[in-house]
């Protein structure tokens, strides 16, 4: 133990010197966590502790003993320190002026492979000239972790490339791809260079599908790799998507929008993405027909309307009576997806869910129709039919079985009441409890009534039924009537 020492606790309160220069060089350009380490490593050195270890430091600063490895071998090949002991690992610190000093003479004096170096040299020649220069380079090895032997695979592939115009800037970008995809060996670079080739040839396919043929730009070789890379598409699924791109300005711009939403319904395989879009086809072919039925020609459903279409199908609507609805409602000058809608609903909710149904209705209500209109006539009625008077007539025939000749006869002797279409119910519903069921036996029972002084039907009961109705219940029957008036009538 020294003679003289800080209390165990000193450090907590004291400072650490860090030199403007090392800010200034090292740090800016450093990652975040090498800097946390050095700055760690550093107060150790004027506090020094004997607990402290790699692993120690570590749990100190939340990061793993690999990670804490790895910043010292960034710091050790950037000469600011040096491992002295492997068992414990033991490190120590360089005095940042006199390696400043000492690099001013020769900036390519670090400590990397003096072979290294001199293959830099020797590869770019006369284009190597400014310290900012040999920074690059080493922050390819430093700070994107490239191995010296892929740095220098990579000069020597941008060298040749570049025609004599060699860019640092240009080949920063290779080099930061290359670190991206985990390049760490030559045989890395081989792979990923076949990689690109093989893109390459690709996407100038997918250019020629565009009617382009050139050489891809580097932001549309970006693009092609996010479509196989981020989003999982196969190179067939991208060349099957070019056929969507006939319907507009053929680019890679409107390509990227025909992938993205078939990217949001996971089509990323071609047969799925093929069938897919040939039915999205179909349903956009099916909607400009609905459109045109509506009169909307020449415009280009979007697709919310699509999807209301496709919503009709869903709920069981064939696409004839989809067209059968759009016909009804062009008819009654309607041009919108609602009154469709609507329509559809409304037969729906009658039970019908085939076209087949619907024209049967129409036939049952059109031979109701002409039947009201007679029993109007009986009645001395003129008005037009409505649907409560045909659901009379319905059950009359219908549920009550009785025959159109009874129904007329009633209807003449409920003549010249108040309420005739009610009198007329009144008079078939005491006849059906009579069991009366030909025209003689009505006749016969009519005159009875008569000759007893007794009125056919009791219109005063009748009333009082309609007494008895709220007033609600009296507009609800109302609004039915002029409702289906409207639907049947027009």
């Not at 570590?58 to 491992?83: I, K, S």
């Not at 492979?113 to 920074?135: C, H, M, P, S, W």
């Not at 009201?372 to 039919?385: C, I, P, Q, T």
């Not at 025209?439 to 009333?463: F, I, N, S």
Request: aromatic share 8%.
């Amino acid at each position: 133990m020294a003679f003289c020492a800080f209390d165990e606790n000193a450090a907590g309160f004291d400072v650490t010197p860090v030199e403007n220069m090392f800010i200034t060089e090292y740090m800016l350009r450093a990652p975040g966590d090498h800097v946390k380490v050095y700055l760690y490593g550093l107060m150790l050195c004027y506090h020094n502790q004997e607990r402290m270890s790699l692993t120690s430091m570590a749990r100190d600063l939340d990061m793993t003993e690999e990670d804490v490895e790895h910043a010292f071998r960034y710091w050790a090949r950037n000469g600011l320190v040096r491992q002295v002991g492997d068992n414990p690992i033991r490190y120590v610190y360089a005095n940042i002026k006199q390696l400043t000093l000492t690099r001013a003479q020769d900036p390519s004096e670090r400590l990397y492979n003096r072979n290294f170096t001199e293959e830099v040299r020797r590869i770019l020649g006369d284009k190597l000239a400014e310290r900012a220069d040999y920074q690059k380079i080493f922050d390819w090895v430093d700070v994107l972790e490239l191995s010296e032997e892929v740095v220098l695979m990579l000069l020597q592939m941008e060298v040749k490339k570049s025609r004599g115009r060699f860019s640092f800037r240009v080949a920063d970008r290779p080099a930061r791809e290359w670190a991206q995809c985990g390049v760490r060996t030559v045989e890395d670079v081989d792979k990923l260079v076949l990689i690109d080739e093989g893109r390459k040839r690709e996407l100038k396919r997918v250019l020629a599908r565009l009617g382009q043929r050139r050489e891809p730009s580097d932001d549309e070789k970006a693009l092609y790799n996010k479509w196989l890379d981020e989003w999982g598409f196969s190179e067939e699924a991208v060349q099957e998507a070019c056929r969507e791109t006939t319907k507009g300005v053929p680019t890679m711009a409107y390509l990227d929008g025909i992938l993205m939403r078939q990217h949001q319904l996971g089509r990323h395989e071609a047969q799925a993405l093929s069938a897919g879009m040939a039915h999205e086809r179909t349903e956009r072919d099916f909607a400009r027909e609905v459109y045109a039925g509506l009169g909307r020609v020449g415009i280009t459903p979007p697709q919310e309307d699509l999807n209301v279409i496709e919503g009709w199908r869903q709920m069981g609507f064939s696409q004839e009576m989809i067209l059968m609805a759009v016909s009804e409602v062009h008819a009654r000058n309607g041009s919108n997806l609602e009154d469709v809608e609507a329509k559809l609903l409304a037969w729906k909710k009658q039970g019908f869910t085939t076209v087949d149904q619907v024209r049967t209705a129409r036939v049952r209500i059109k031979t109701y129709n002409e039947q009201l209109r007679e029993v109007y006539g009986a009645m001395g009625l003129d008005k037009r039919v409505n649907q409560p008077d045909r659901d009379l007539l319905t059950k009359w025939l219908g549920e009550w079985n009785m025959s159109m000749e009874l129904v007329m006869l009633a209807a003449g002797y409920a003549r010249g009441s108040g309420a005739p279409m009610i009198v007329c119910d009144r008079i078939l519903s005491d006849w059906r409890r009579a069991g009366i069921a030909t025209q003689e036996a009505a006749r016969a029972e009519h005159e009875a009534h008569q000759r007893a002084g007794k009125p056919a039907a009791a219109p005063a009961r009748q009333t009082d039924v309609l007494l008895r109705q709220t007033p609600e219940e009296r507009r609800a029957s109302y609004s039915a009537a002029v409702v289906d008036l409207d639907e049947e009538e027009g």
